[in-house]
DNA sequence: GTCTATAATAGGATAGAC
DNA sequence: GTCTATCCTATTATAGAC
């Protein structure tokens, strides 16, 4: 059933993308509230624990979509090239055009990343696993297949940063075509 | 002439560290007078404009040393393979193999992102020119000396997140390994 | 130059009214 | 469920002694 107007999804969504842009110290609760249109007092209510239960179902609620709107496509019917495809698109939107950045990379910084660091091991692990069947399914051999999955995730996220840094989101999409291009070529 | 022992150089080496660790927000003053082992209101004698100024000389000077530790090796006598491995080396110490993080990556979320946006930009620019010059002297094309270089880039950030991510440096490792051995077989 | 002490403000968290 | 009000602590920053 369609979530309603405010739904947790909803909420964990605009909570997410004040991780994404401040990183988890550098989000305060005040901003977390506003990004949700209510009090702090109110974000006590649904998230008793504070901060930190703020944080982990932020990143439990976005490995959910990077799950269904990202990796599923790589298990999709098609050629291993157009599901590839699928996915870099999925990703793009995901990261919006290269302008929001990963919770793999704001919530690792600093006293997050002791927080948190099961969850973000388990997405990074659980990404590369879903690239390197892909990979096998393509023809490559296990070794191959797993250095190309870590090879893709390091060019995500190092794009991102980049991305980020320079203000260039241009940086995230043409390293992205790469991506597509290269495993195009490769087949 | 050698620095004295708390030159500026060594405590802003020091002040660095934090910043790598925790990110700019996550940098508390009293973190970062603490890492040099003097009270906040003697951090505030020789940066009298506080954090920000903090922050903006410590870039400063980690793009001296990153100029002069990593990609000054680029510029000096021998093969391009042998120089982009020196590179690659003094990468390694500099990131301490896997475990501390990229200013690039820390000093470039939520508020800091806009304080140091230019440091930031022409870090990024230096860093893929003298790249791109070495893919040059290596026989790439312009075109194909730029891909290299923002690749290049973009691997050595995106494996510094996902190692810290995962906790684990050996991805670090590994990805500049194989950035060393593909040049050399591609030369 | 470095310290203790102290503002002044922001941040995380709770109580209790509506 | 959401709000105002409040508490307590941490944080940035400064004053002034040594």
Not at 54 to 62: H, P
Not at 102 to 118: K, N
Not at 138 to 151: D, M, N, P, R
Request: proline residues 3%; charged residues 25%; positive net charge.
């Amino acid at each position: 059933m369609r979530p309603s107007r405010n739904s947790r999804q909803e909420i964990l969504s605009k909570l997410s993308e004040v991780f994404r842009r401040d990183g988890y110290t550098g989000a305060s609760l005040a901003d977390l509230a506003g990004a949700v249109g209510l009090g702090k007092a109110s974000l006590y209510q649904k998230f008793p624990q504070g901060k930190v239960q703020i944080g982990a179902e932020v990143l439990a609620e976005t490995g959910r979509i990077f799950e269904t709107e990202v990796l599923a496509p790589l298990r999709e019917p098609g050629t291993p090239e157009a599901r590839f495809s699928k996915m870099l698109g999925a990703a793009r939107k995901f990261y919006e055009d290269g302008k929001l950045s990963c919770v793999l990379d704001t919530l690792s910084l600093g006293e997050a990343g002791q927080f948190y660091r099961e969850a973000l091991s388990e997405a990074i692990t659980h990404w590369q696993e879903a690239l390197t069947t892909l990979g096998r399914e393509a023809g490559l051999s296990h070794a191959k297949a797993t250095v190309w999955a870590e090879e893709v995730v390091i060019t995500v996220e190092g794009s991102l940063v980049l991305a980020r840094a320079a203000n260039d989101p241009e940086i995230f999409r043409r390293a992205l075509k790469r991506l597509g291009n290269r495993f195009a070529n490769s087949q």
